[in-house]
C-alpha cells in the first residue's frame, strides 16, 4: 500500500509539465516562423536569440527548451521555407498551369518578397562553404531540386542530341538562380517570361532535335 509520503515523492519526481501547449508541433512551427521573420530582417548572422523569443512570446530561457541553437533554428527554418515552398508548387500544378510556367510562377511569388528572396539567397551563398551550418541542406536541397525537375511533370526528362536530361536541369537550376539575383539589382526589368521560354525549349526534344539537324 502507498503510504501518503511515498506518493508526495512520487509527485516530486514527475517532471513538470510546461503547459498543453508549449510542446505542440504549432508551438515549433510558431517559433521557426519568428525566426524566419528575424533572420529576414537581420540577416542569420545578426540575429539574435533573444529577438527570436520575443517574436515568439516567450522567455529566451522557453526558447531554449524548443531549439538549443540558432542553429538548430535556421534548420528548421529552412525546412519550413522548403515545406512551403512545396506546398505552393503543388497548388500551381494542381491549377492546370501549362508546365512551361511552373517556375516563373514559383518565381513571381518569390519576387514579392523581396526581403525574403535577399536573406534566402545570402545564406545559400553563405552555405557553400562546408563549413557552414547549413551546407548539407543545402546540398540534399539541390539534389531534391533535380529530382523534382526530372520528373514528369516539368517534362525535363528526355535527352536530346545537344543537352542530357541532367544538363537541362542544370540550365532550369543556373536560370532560376540567376533570375533571383537580376530581379533583386533591378526590379523593373521584366524577366519571367525568359523562364518560360527556358522551359518550353528544354521541354521539346522534337524541338533540340530539328535544330541539331
Same mark, same amino acid.
Do not use: C
Given at each position: 500500500?502507498?503510504?501518503?509520503?511515498?506518493?508526495?515523492?512520487?509527485?516530486?519526481?514527475?517532471?513538470?509539465? +510546461?503547459?498543453?501547449?508549449?510542446?505542440?508541433?504549432?508551438?515549433?512551427?510558431?517559433?521557426?516562423?519568428?525566426?524566419?521573420?528575424?533572420?529576414?530582417?537581420?540577416?542569420?548572422?545578426?540575429?539574435?536569440?533573444?529577438?527570436?523569443?520575443?517574436?515568439?512570446?516567450?522567455?529566451?530561457?522557453?526558447?531554449? +527548451?524548443?531549439?538549443?541553437?540558432?542553429?538548430?533554428?535556421?534548420?528548421?527554418?529552412?525546412?519550413? +521555407?522548403?515545406?512551403?515552398?512545396?506546398?505552393?508548387?503543388?497548388?500551381?500544378?494542381?491549377?492546370?498551369?501549362?508546365?512551361?510556367?511552373?517556375?516563373?510562377?514559383?518565381?513571381?511569388?518569390?519576387?514579392?518578397?523581396?526581403?525574403?528572396?535577399?536573406?534566402?539567397?545570402?545564406?545559400?551563398?553563405?552555405?557553400?562553404?562546408?563549413?557552414?551550418?547549413?551546407?548539407?541542406?543545402?546540398?540534399?536541397?539541390?539534389?531534391?531540386? +533535380?529530382?523534382?525537375?526530372?520528373?514528369?511533370?516539368?517534362?525535363?526528362?528526355?535527352?536530346?542530341?545537344?543537352?542530357?536530361?541532367?544538363?537541362?536541369?542544370?540550365?532550369?537550376?543556373?536560370?532560376?538562380?540567376?533570375?533571383?539575383?537580376?530581379?533583386?539589382?533591378?526590379?523593373?526589368?521584366?524577366?519571367?517570361?525568359?523562364?518560360?521560354?527556358?522551359?518550353?525549349?528544354?521541354?521539346?526534344?522534337?524541338?533540340?532535335?530539328?535544330?541539331?539537324?
Amino acid at each position: 500500500m502507498t503510504t501518503t509520503a511515498e506518493q508526495e515523492n512520487e509527485t516530486k519526481a514527475a517532471p513538470r509539465r +510546461r503547459g498543453p501547449y508549449s510542446s505542440t508541433p504549432a508551438r515549433r512551427t510558431e517559433i521557426v516562423r519568428a525566426a524566419s521573420a528575424s533572420f529576414a530582417e537581420h540577416g542569420y548572422e545578426r540575429a539574435s536569440l533573444r529577438d527570436i523569443a520575443a517574436r515568439a512570446n516567450l522567455t529566451h530561457a522557453a526558447l531554449l +527548451r524548443h531549439f538549443a541553437t540558432k542553429d538548430d533554428l535556421l534548420l528548421a527554418a529552412l525546412a519550413q +521555407r522548403d515545406a512551403d515552398d512545396e506546398e505552393f508548387a503543388r497548388r500551381i500544378l494542381e491549377s492546370k498551369v501549362p508546365k512551361e510556367k511552373v517556375m516563373s510562377n514559383i518565381l513571381q511569388e518569390e519576387f514579392a518578397r523581396p526581403e525574403q528572396l535577399r536573406n534566402w539567397l545570402a545564406i545559400t551563398i553563405a552555405a557553400t562553404n562546408p563549413n557552414h551550418p547549413a551546407h548539407d541542406f543545402f546540398i540534399a536541397r539541390r539534389e531534391r531540386m +533535380r529530382q523534382h525537375f526530372t520528373s514528369k511533370r516539368l517534362a525535363t526528362t528526355q535527352d536530346s542530341k545537344e543537352l542530357s536530361a541532367d544538363d537541362k536541369v542544370t540550365m532550369v537550376m543556373a536560370m532560376v538562380d540567376g533570375l533571383r539575383i537580376q530581379f533583386l539589382l533591378d526590379p523593373q526589368r521584366a524577366t519571367l517570361h525568359l523562364m518560360d521560354t527556358l522551359m518550353q525549349f528544354i521541354a521539346s526534344p522534337e524541338q533540340t532535335q530539328s535544330q541539331s539537324d
